[in-house]
């Protein structure tokens, strides 16, 4: 079974808050991204958390885990135009290569 | 800095016919990947470098070969394409094995007829 999931899509009108859920299984987990891929580009590093906190904001991202559920989500604040993007939620475990799984990527759409 | 970089951006292949795709980065990072991405399929790794002069399997390796030519460049192999090769095929790098951020280039998109 896939080890990262999200949904496909997301759609929100420019201004409200955007909130991308993402489940994984590992629960030695030990990084959670959120990489952002704007149309026709490679995927960016957006935010982490390591495994060992509960919430993470940087500006108008606020990343929340929950461990005990295996639930990760990304709200986007204000959200703009220039947000519409797929956004990747990935994890990696300690110990290993720390090469990231990948969810299947969830598709924002911003409507003005 | 480019950062990591790729090419072709964009190539049309026959069933059967062979190709590498180059990849280089200048940040100096001794780790670089080769993933594909396909519709609703996220990005699945097909082989990594995790240090000059070595090479690892990923997830779906099948098809495909690669070269680590130094420590800039990561090549990409397809030997006889496949349309089940048909893609977005890109390359990313990281300072090390265990870091946890990579870099990834724009991207090659393939098809294969």
């Known amino acids: 079974g896939e080890d990262v999931e999200q949904s496909l899509f997301l759609s929100v009108r420019e201004g409200d808050s955007s909130v991308i859920n993402c489940t994984y299984t590992?629960?030695?987990?030990?990084?959670l991204y959120w990489y952002k891929q704007e149309p026709g580009a490679g995927l960016q590093l957006l935010t982490y958390?390591?495994?060992?906190?509960d919430m993470k904001q940087d500006q108008r991202l606020t990343v929340l885990l929950n461990k005990k559920d295996k639930h990760l989500s990304l709200r986007i604040a204000d959200t703009q135009t220039g947000d519409s993007a797929i956004y990747f939620c990935?994890?990696?475990?300690?110990?290993?290569?720390?090469?990231?799984?990948f969810g299947r990527g969830t598709s924002l759409i911003v409507h003005p | 800095n480019a950062g990591v970089t790729q090419t072709p951006k964009f190539q049309v292949l026959k069933t059967g016919q062979s190709m590498t795709l180059q990849c280089a980065q200048d940040?100096?990072?001794?780790?670089m990947y080769w993933y594909r991405q396909d519709p609703g399929m996220g990005l699945r790794l097909i082989y990594y470098?995790?240090?000059?002069?070595?090479?690892d399997k990923g997830e779906v390796p099948n098809g495909y070969n690669v070269s680590r030519l130094n420590k800039r460049e990561f090549s990409l192999r397809l030997e006889s394409a496949a349309p089940s090769q048909t893609s977005v095929y890109f390359c990313?790098?990281?300072?090390?094995?265990?870091?946890?951020?990579?870099?990834f280039g724009p991207g090659t998109r393939l098809t294969v007829t």
């Open positions: 990313a790098s990281s300072p090390d094995r265990s870091s946890y951020e990579q870099y």
């Open positions: 590992d629960s030695s987990s030990t990084y």
């Open positions: 958390i390591f495994s060992n906190m």
């Open positions: 990935a994890e990696s475990i300690q110990g290993g290569s720390y090469i990231p799984t």
């Open positions: 940040m100096n990072h001794n780790s």
């Open positions: 470098s995790a240090s000059e002069g070595t090479t």
